[in-house]
């Protein structure tokens, strides 16, 4: 029976090299020159670092400049509020993987609503979609590209 495995996954490798990229070039900036302005990448975590909101907000977009040139969807990076600490500025931006149970349940029931031939299972940070045939599938990776959700979604695992 095919099947295929919907995911939300990033890059961590491309992740990394979009930071040092960002990091790198605001340390070339003229507007950055003389300030202690510094991007660091532990784990799933990107931290900002300024000496004001404005220039967070532009090493943020800088950042997210960067992301986009290596492919790698904003929708999944969750920026928090920035914090001040003294004369520091700091800003967490955390990179979302795999599927929350909330947006898994979301996608079985866009499943059900769009009365396809296929059935959708929960697997952890997963959804595996099954049918009888493969035209079933592509029709449920349309549907799910088609619906405005909060996360990048990818397809894997296909099965025939």
Known sequence: M?????????DLHEASNAVDQAQREISNRFDFKGVDATLS?????ITLQAESEFQLQQ???ILL??????????RCLDVSDPAKSGKQVTQQATLRQGIDQETAKQLVKLV???KLKVQAAIQ????RVTGKKRDDL?????HFREAKLELP???NNFRD
């Open 59 to 61: 090493m943020l977009d």
């Open 124 to 127: 952890g940070d997963k959804v």
């Open 153 to 155: 979604l990818q397809f």
């Open 65 to 74: 400049g960067k992301l986009t040139s290596r492919k790698i969807d904003i």
């Open 138 to 142: 592509q029709q449920a990776m349309a």
């Open 2 to 10: 095919p099947s295929f495995d919907t995911v939300s996954e990033i």
């Open 112 to 114: 059900k609503q769009g």
């Open 41 to 45: 990448l532990t784990g799933e975590q």
